[in-house]
């Protein structure tokens, strides 16, 4: 079945400090692969997402690229801030069902 | 523009006993999914609704059931309740089927004892 992998926290970086969080992921198909952020105490927000191979996804500084020949979308962010704390999810929905397939998270936490 | 609101937030309960948890949709959505997320893990598909009628579901057994009302509003039935069921349960609304962008709300925190 579906899955997907994220490296696991807590990722611990300094203020301005370049970001990169791994996620690969195992599907049938052609799935779209996004990011998810959840801030403490709130819902989880969309971040970004692709849809295709070789399609990059940015928002907010966040950027991530669809490889499907690693099968993998690592999101990068080039200067952190304190405000950018916060568990990322990973997840993939495959064509075809409507569900989303979720990693298990990374909590990232940016010192000042 | 409303958000998407869970009720309660919290909630203790006891082995065996029954729980009913509520979900408003974000205005205009008329597609709601349900996730359960244990401590420590991603989100997992429960099952979703559309215009009233359930059009996928995840791995549960059949004692997880829902409804969705015609104003889109949602709710998700425990029966039975396990102590494994403890989690955070998540509700997200979308304004359409294929789920390409998904409005989650804040969460009712399960607490089986």
């Known amino acids: 079945g579906d899955s997907v992998t994220q490296m696991e926290g807590p990722v611990t970086l300094s203020e301005e400090a370049f970001l990169t969080i791994n996620c690969t992921y195992t599907a049938t198909g052609y799935p779209s692969l996004f990011w998810y952020v959840q801030y403490p105490g709130e819902g989880l927000q969309l971040l970004l997402k692709?849809?295709?191979?070789?399609d990059k996804g940015s928002n907010k500084g966040f950027e991530a690229t669809y490889r499907k020949e690693t099968t993998s979308f690592h999101l990068e962010k080039g200067s952190v801030q304190v405000s950018d704390s916060a568990v990322y999810f990973c997840?993939?929905?495959?064509?075809?069902?409507?569900?989303?397939?979720f990693g298990k998270g990374t909590m990232l936490l940016v010192s000042p | 523009e409303t958000g998407v609101t869970q009720s309660p937030t919290h909630l203790i309960k006891t082995r065996g006993q029954q729980v009913t948890l509520r979900c408003s949709s974000q205005s205009g959505h008329n597609t709601v999914s349900w996730y359960q997320q244990a401590l420590g893990q991603g989100p997992q598909f429960i099952f979703q609704y559309y215009r009233e009628e359930e059009n996928g579901r995840g791995n549960f057994p059949p004692r997880f059931s829902g409804l969705q009302f015609p104003n889109y509003s949602s709710e998700l039935n425990v029966n039975a309740l396990e102590l494994d069921d403890s989690a955070l349960y998540l509700c997200a609304s979308s304004g359409d089927r294929a789920n390409e962008k998904l409005f989650f709300g804040s969460g009712t925190q399960l607490s089986v004892l």
């Open positions: 692709a849809t295709k191979a070789d």
């Open positions: 997840a993939l929905k495959n064509s075809g069902y409507s569900a989303l397939t």
